[in-house]
């Protein structure tokens, strides 16, 4: 297999182009036509995980390899693509029209725990077939979509957010009660989307006196009742980052959001996020981040730094 697909290889492989505000540190939302991609003499694309989330809506039969899966689309479906599980659509010659939008978790960020909705999980349904009017209710929200993001409307992207939440809601209303169909087969998947789950329950944190309780591999892997080097091998083999890297990431990404919106002190973040010493806290966010909190803080508040569109 080949390697994950980040949403900058997306866009230079598609357009040979990166947009400028493709920031690992601010959410990131795009619609697109699928016209272009579909049909005879369409470019196949590798079976693969790509880094980001995508919600794709297809109009004729076609074939999708997923996990290990082979899922057939007879007449017209959506499908909720994760971070989690290589896919690729195997046939495309019979799909006369469609669209897909792309994001990343921290585009959510503030905005609900979309992740944990059963459309992402191992026993829910990433693939749910539609029809024709069914197709049609999803082909409104995409309209939408692609006529918001070329506004000038200056909460443009809150909107969009709450137009991707409403298409998620409307296939959870149409997801069969037994979805077992399509759990991966993988248990590894399983167990990573378990931890990937626990690690984001944890998240928001309220205020100071919350502290998040569990901060490393091995306080994730006596939660989930397995041992430390089972979960490791699974979230590396899963998410291609080791589980400490997606710990420091969640952590990292709260610390800035909190520094951010919210006016406790730096001492009173460290502790919420689980560092006995301000010291601990300082080092550890001027590796992950390359400044140091009151750097970051004071930046934020002088408009030298973004956190999200």
Same mark, same amino acid.
């Given at each position: 297999?080949?390697?994950?697909?980040?949403?900058?290889?997306?866009?230079?492989?598609? *357009? %040979?182009?990166?947009?400028?505000?493709?920031?690992?540190?601010?959410?990131?939302?795009?619609? *697109?036509?699928?016209?272009?991609?579909?049909?005879?003499?369409?470019?196949? /694309?590798?079976? =693969?995980? =790509?880094?980001?989330?995508?919600?794709?809506?297809?109009?004729?039969?076609?074939? #999708?390899?997923?996990? %290990?899966?082979?899922?057939?689309?007879?007449?017209?479906?959506? /499908?909720?693509?994760?971070?989690?599980?290589?896919?690729?659509?195997?046939?495309?010659?019979?799909?006369?029209?469609?669209?897909?939008?792309?994001?990343?978790?921290?585009?959510?960020?503030?905005?609900?725990? $979309?992740?944990?909705?059963?459309?992402?999980?191992?026993?829910?349904?990433?693939? #749910?077939?539609?029809?024709? /009017?069914?197709?049609?209710?999803?082909?409104?929200?995409?309209?939408?979509?692609?006529?918001?993001?070329?506004?000038?409307?200056?909460?443009?992207?809150?909107?969009? =957010?709450?137009?991707?939440?409403?298409?998620?809601?409307?296939?959870? !209303?149409?997801?069969?009660?037994?979805?077992?169909?399509?759990?991966?087969? %993988?248990?590894?998947? !399983?167990?990573?989307?378990? $931890?990937?789950?626990?690690?984001?329950?944890?998240?928001? @944190?309220?205020?100071?006196?919350?502290?998040? !309780?569990?901060?490393?591999?091995?306080?994730?892997?006596?939660?989930?009742?397995?041992?430390?080097?089972?979960?490791?091998?699974?979230?590396?083999?899963?998410? @291609?980052?080791?589980?400490?890297?997606?710990?420091?990431?969640?952590?990292?990404?709260?610390?800035?959001?909190?520094?951010?919106?919210?006016?406790?002190?730096?001492?009173? @973040?460290?502790?919420?996020?689980?560092?006995?010493?301000?010291?601990?806290?300082?080092?550890?966010?001027?590796?992950? /981040?390359?400044?140091?909190?009151?750097?970051?803080?004071? %930046?934020?508040?002088?408009? !030298?730094?973004?956190? =999200?569109?």
């Amino acid at each position: 297999m080949e390697k994950i697909e980040t949403l900058k290889d997306f866009y230079q492989n598609k *357009f %040979n182009w990166i947009p400028e505000n493709l920031s690992k540190d601010w959410g990131h939302f795009n619609v *697109f036509k699928l016209d272009p991609y579909i049909g005879i003499g369409a470019k196949t /694309v590798p079976y =693969r995980r =790509r880094d980001y989330y995508k919600i794709t809506l297809v109009k004729g039969s076609g074939t #999708i390899y997923y996990a %290990n899966k082979i899922i057939e689309v007879k007449e017209n479906a959506i /499908v909720f693509s994760n971070p989690l599980v290589p896919y690729k659509w195997d046939t495309t010659e019979n799909l006369s029209t469609g669209y897909f939008c792309i994001f990343n978790h921290d585009f959510f960020q503030q905005y609900g725990n $979309f992740s944990a909705y059963s459309l992402y999980q191992p026993s829910g349904t990433p693939v #749910i077939e539609l029809s024709d /009017v069914g197709y049609e209710s999803f082909q409104v929200i995409f309209e939408r979509m692609l006529a918001e993001i070329n506004s000038t409307y200056i909460h443009k992207y809150d909107m969009l =957010r709450n137009l991707a939440l409403e298409m998620m809601h409307t296939a959870l !209303k149409l997801e069969p009660a037994n979805s077992s169909r399509y759990a991966p087969g %993988n248990a590894n998947q !399983k167990i990573s989307m378990l $931890f990937l789950e626990l690690l984001e329950r944890q998240f928001p @944190i309220e205020g100071p006196q919350n502290k998040i !309780k569990l901060k490393t591999p091995s306080d994730f892997a006596n939660q989930l009742a397995v041992h430390v080097n089972h979960l490791n091998r699974a979230v590396k083999e899963t998410t @291609i980052k080791t589980t400490s890297q997606l710990i420091a990431d969640r952590i990292s990404q709260e610390a800035k959001l909190i520094l951010s919106h919210g006016e406790w002190t730096i001492a009173d @973040i460290a502790e919420a996020l689980g560092f006995n010493e301000i010291s601990y806290f300082n080092h550890f966010f001027k590796k992950q /981040v390359g400044i140091s909190p009151a750097k970051f803080r004071n %930046n934020i508040h002088h408009g !030298k730094t973004k956190i =999200r569109e």
